[in-house]
């Protein structure tokens, strides 16, 4: 992807440390998460999202199944390092910060879980009126033989 270099550095800094644990090293797997959101960033831009729902509905269906599934399993894990969160020695205003981004990502997952629904059933009536308009051609043409 567009960072891959970037990518790969820091999967070969994952790979090579002795202690993922250890301070210096514990945010590299989330610095990688990072860095593959921002390619999708760069990837799927509203333009490109606008073009493919125009061109092609069922790349960007694919597309909004694959979202979905991401987010919810941020959601997952999030949700089971919540309780731990709360009872950690950490700020309050850290554990706010976390706290409200959880409810914004369970509030987004709900709403793109609906606009998939929505979708889903958009992209069915538009392959029937497809199928429909073929049907009416055919109809038509028999008319104007028989005519």
């Known amino acids: 992807m567009l960072q891959n270099q970037k990518n790969l550095n820091l ?3 994952i790979k090579t440390c002795q ?3 250890e301070f210096e090293h514990i945010s590299l797997p989330f610095e990688l998460i990072q860095a593959i ?14 073009q493919l729902s125009e061109t092609e509905p069922e790349t960007l269906e ?6 979905s599934k991401t987010l919810g399993t941020q959601l997952e894990l999030l ?19 976390i706290s409200d981004r959880n409810q ?3 509030t987004l997952i709900n709403e793109k879980s609906e606009l998939l629904k929505s979708s ?3 992209l069915s009536q538009e392959q029937q009126i497809c199928q429909e308009t073929q049907e009416l051609k055919t109809l038509k043409s ?6």
């Open 11 to 13: 999967i070969e800094q």
């Open 19 to 21: 202690n993922l644990l």
């Open 37 to 50: 959101f921002e390619d999708c960033q760069l990837t799927f831009t509203p333009e490109v999202l606008k």
């Open 62 to 67: 694919s597309w909004a199944i694959a979202l």
């Open 79 to 97: 949700n089971s390092w919540q309780p731990l969160l709360d009872s950690f020695p950490l700020s309050v205003s850290l554990k706010q910060r």
């Open 104 to 106: 914004s990502l369970k």
């Open 120 to 122: 889903s059933l958009i």
């Open 142 to 147: 028999k008319i104007q033989q028989l005519t």
